[in-house]
Nanobody, 116 residues
Framework: QVQLVESGGGLGQAGGSLRLSCAASGRDFMLSVMGWYRQAPGKQRDLVAVIGSGGGTNYADSVKGRFTISRDNAKNTVYLQMNSLKPEDTALYYC??????????WGQGTQVTVSS
């Protein structure tokens, strides 16, 4: 059974930094796409960043140049380094593992709140 455990959320200040981690267990994730999504109150869940098995990345325009996604395949862990935080980054952040069509797994979410 796939399990994703997120950590690292909390309260940050505008201009500051936070780092999220997501540890995956239950199988080998080396060939999977891993990523982060976020959902603000009253809004849909949106892509923040994804990273493929080969290290290729894709970012939402709103976080380009500020956020960096990385992964450690030996630890089955994906990270999101968030710099230059803005109040609009406030949201519930979800870790995602995509194993194939119709095979997405989600973490429980970790709250990030950025004060101005």
């Amino acid at each position: 059974q796939v399990q994703l455990v997120e950590s690292g959320g909390g309260l940050g200040q505008a201009g500051g930094s936070l780092r999220l981690s997501c540890a995956a267990s239950g199988r080998d994730f080396m060939l999977s796409v891993m990523g982060w999504y976020r959902q603000a109150p009253g809004k849909q869940r949106d892509l923040v960043a994804v990273i493929g098995s080969g290290g290729g990345t894709n970012y939402a325009d709103s976080v380009k140049g500020r956020f960096t996604i990385s992964r450690d395949n030996a630890k089955n862990t994906v990270y999101l380094q968030m710099n230059s935080l803005k109040p609009e980054d406030t949201a519930l952040y979800y870790c995602n593992v995509h194993l194939g069509p119709g095979r997405d797994h989600w973490g429980q979410g970790t709250q990030v709140t950025v004060s101005s």
